[in-house]
């Protein structure tokens, strides 16, 4: 296998996409960037990480920026006066580029990750799974009854899935924009995982074949 991998996780709420995409991390050597491409994206910005957790994955990024309080801003923030909706996307796409360069072997999950590092070799997978599966993770995560869980699943891939068709001119969730789409409700997530470990295993092993020859 190559020293260089980069895994790209889309993932529906519910499906178990965090905690496959940290198992892969960890079966591959990986480092895994979710939640933190959003601390890189605030050091580059100069936004407060709160600021960009209140607005992750939603396509109105500015929705709540001039309601703001202060504490959302950091110290050092130079860009209050200049700042656009494309220009906090562009922050989070270079934190996700920066990161891929300074590490040969990174997981990213979700944010539009496979479409900013569609310049690079990586394999883009998304987890699917059920809504009954989905609805009993989600209700169990939250502590929350199976209405709220289903509710909060339909309101939060909307948003999701607004954010994602906005930024990169594609479909969320649509086969033909990764390379392996897997049901996690079918085998549970450790042999989705497995399953997952074993496609990137030989398609890694058949780009190495390909660049030999």
């Not at 599966?133 to 891939?157: G, S, W, Y």
């Not at 649509?174 to 997952?196: M, W």
Request: with cysteine; hydrophobic share 35%.
């Amino acid at each position: 296998m190559n020293d260089k991998l980069i895994l790209n996780i889309g993932r529906q709420i519910g499906s178990g996409g965090h905690i496959i995409a940290s198992m892969l991390a960890e079966e591959f050597d990986c480092r895994l960037y979710d939640r933190e491409i959003l601390n890189l994206a605030a050091k580059e910005s100069g936004f407060s990480e709160k600021f960009f957790e209140q607005n992750d994955e939603q396509k109105g990024f500015l929705k709540n920026v001039f309601h703001m309080q202060l504490p959302l801003m950091s110290a050092n923030n130079f860009y209050q006066s200049t700042f656009s909706q494309e220009s906090l996307y562009q922050f989070q796409s270079d934190a996700i580029r920066q990161a891929a360069r300074e590490n040969k072997r990174c997981v990213f999950v979700g944010r539009t990750a496979d479409y900013v590092l569609r310049d690079e070799e990586a394999i883009n997978i998304f987890i699917t799974a059920n809504m009954e599966f989905r609805i009993d993770n989600v209700a169990k995560r939250l502590e929350c009854n199976r209405e709220t869980a289903r509710k909060f699943i339909v309101n939060k891939e909307s948003e999701r899935a607004k954010f994602y068709n906005y930024y990169t001119g594609k479909t969320w969730g649509n086969a033909e924009n990764y390379d392996l789409c897997i049901d996690s409700s079918q085998l549970g997530l450790e042999k989705t995982k497995e399953f997952i470990t074993a496609f990137v295993r030989m398609k890694t092993e058949n780009q190495t074949t390909n660049i030999s020859i």
